[in-house]
């Protein structure tokens, strides 16, 4: 039974040593998308519309405002709306998923830092540099 019991806990470790390796070699080696010549030689203002007719398209997305959008492809987003923290990840991920499928492969979704908004700590005089 002992003997059985070590058998077991040593193919629990080998399949999670394989997962852990298998993960290892999928994500961490893949290279980032580039942006596009497309892209790059568009001027700023050109990108920024782009993006605005996107998200014209989905009522979801008319709170947002593009802010920069760099030839790099990390483009900043103010958003005008309170979005959940538990919602607000998965909502941005799907963004930048339909944006890189659009428009261009190198996108990458950035949102404007926000000051802090805690009455109490400005009440008391605190304040968080951002």
Not at 60 to 76: M, R, S, T
Not at 90 to 114: A, H, N, R, Y
Request: glycine fraction near 4%; charge should be positive.
């Amino acid at each position: 039974m002992i003997r059985c019991l070590q058998i077991n806990q040593m193919k629990i470790l080998w399949d999670h040593f394989k997962y852990k390796k298998t993960m290892k070699n999928n994500f961490s080696l893949t290279k980032t998308p580039q942006t596009s010549k497309k892209w790059k030689q568009m001027l700023e203002n050109e990108r920024i519309k782009k993006l605005l007719i996107e998200l014209q398209k989905n009522k979801l997305y008319q709170n947002f405002q593009v802010v920069k959008a760099p030839d790099n492809g990390q483009v900043v987003f103010k958003i005008n709306q309170h979005l959940p923290a538990n919602e607000r990840g998965l909502f941005l991920l799907e963004l930048e998923e339909k944006l890189k499928s659009i428009i261009d492969q190198g996108i990458t979704i950035w949102c404007e830092p926000v000051g802090d908004k805690s009455k109490l700590r400005n009440l008391r005089g605190v304040k968080i540099k951002t």
